[in-house]
């Protein structure tokens, strides 16, 4: 089975269309989902922006957000325009670090997408995503009590250098071996390249 990297961050409004139509997209072509969590705040910051371009642009933030209204729509999501953006996604990106091979980690990673751009709840909130794991049967005190620690703080600041090593600039971003895909308009193109890499290893 071929895999696709899913590159995302919680914090990102259109990581979250990409989020909660990946695992479905992904198993109609026979394709292993790798989810990667990673943070975009120090990437911006190394171009310069203190906050996403969404909030320094108020003319291309006034049209993401008409266009996420369309696109919610258009793939029948639930929608909530966050009062908080954007989020502070660390703890969560840590959680999600730990759950890396885990019966829990897709479902933990669309509730919480769900949590901030359907429900408008606060993504940093221990209590929040205790509930998440908790609803999920994984073990909430033991999980937020490890992504406190040292070790669990530098394997994320190691996943965010690992993105800027591979180009990352935004998100969502999608690798198929090194062929990088971004936005989540280009996610049916990279699950139609890595089922055509399928394809050609099969032949």
């Known amino acids: 089975m071929n895999i696709i990297e899913f590159w995302f961050d919680f914090g990102s409004n259109y990581s979250y269309l990409s989020m909660m139509r990946i695992r479905r997209a992904a198993a109609a072509a026979n394709l292993r989902v790798e989810l990667k969590p990673f943070m975009l705040g120090p990437i911006f910051k190394s171009l310069g922006w203190e906050t996403s371009p969404f909030v320094?642009?108020?003319?291309?933030?006034?049209?993401v957000w008409r266009d996420m209204r369309r696109q919610c729509v258009k793939y029948g999501l639930r929608w909530q325009r966050p009062s908080v953006f954007p989020r502070n996604a660390l703890l969560a990106a840590r959680i999600a670090l730990q759950g890396e091979?885990?019966?829990w980690l897709?479902?933990?990673c669309e509730q919480v997408m769900l949590a901030n751009f359907a429900d408008d709840r606060e993504i940093g909130d221990e209590a929040v995503l205790a509930g998440i794991?908790?609803?999920l049967g994984?073990?909430?005190?033991e999980l937020i009590a490890a992504a406190k620690t040292d070790a669990c703080k530098a394997a994320l600041r190691a996943?965010?250098?690992?993105?800027q090593a591979r180009g990352i600039f935004g998100a969502p971003m999608f690798f198929v071996g090194d062929e990088m895909f971004w936005g989540n308009d280009r996610l049916e193109d990279a699950i139609a390249y890595a089922a055509t890499m399928v394809t050609a290893a099969a032949a």
């Open 101 to 103: 091979g885990t019966s």
């Open 106 to 108: 897709e479902g933990f």
């Open 159 to 163: 996943r965010t250098a690992d993105a």
């Open 133 to 135: 794991l908790a609803g």
């Open 138 to 141: 994984a073990d909430s005190a």
């Open 56 to 63: 320094l642009q108020t003319l291309k933030g006034d049209y």
